[in-house]
């Protein structure tokens, strides 16, 4: 099983641009670390001969009618949810020199 520590912890917080307090690292490395262990479990199940498609109910995924929805208020709603945001965009790192 793989194993967390602060340094693994520290590349996640960056990679997924989250600050994890102080006070919450230590239960944050366990719960990552008892994720791992049950998609480990998972690993151990045995799906030859399974189609990749199967599911347990009888007609497939129930459809449902697409229905567009106009919320005025959801640009403003996910700007303000944004980490870094200016004039309605989000700021992002630079990743091209």
Not at 53 to 61: E, N, P, Q
């Amino acid at each position: 099983m793989m194993k967390f520590d602060d340094a693994m912890l520290q590349k996640l917080e960056k990679l997924s641009m989250l600050r994890i307090e102080e006070s919450k690292r230590e239960e944050m490395i366990e719960e990552l670390e008892k994720i791992v262990g049950f998609v480990d479990i998972l690993s151990e199940l045995d799906t030859e001969g399974l189609d990749p498609s199967f599911t347990t109910l009888d007609s497939g995924t129930p459809m449902r009618e697409d229905i567009p929805k106009e919320d005025p208020g959801i640009k403003e709603t996910i700007i303000k949810n944004a980490p870094n945001a200016k004039d309605d965009y989000f700021v992002v790192p630079s990743i091209i020199e």
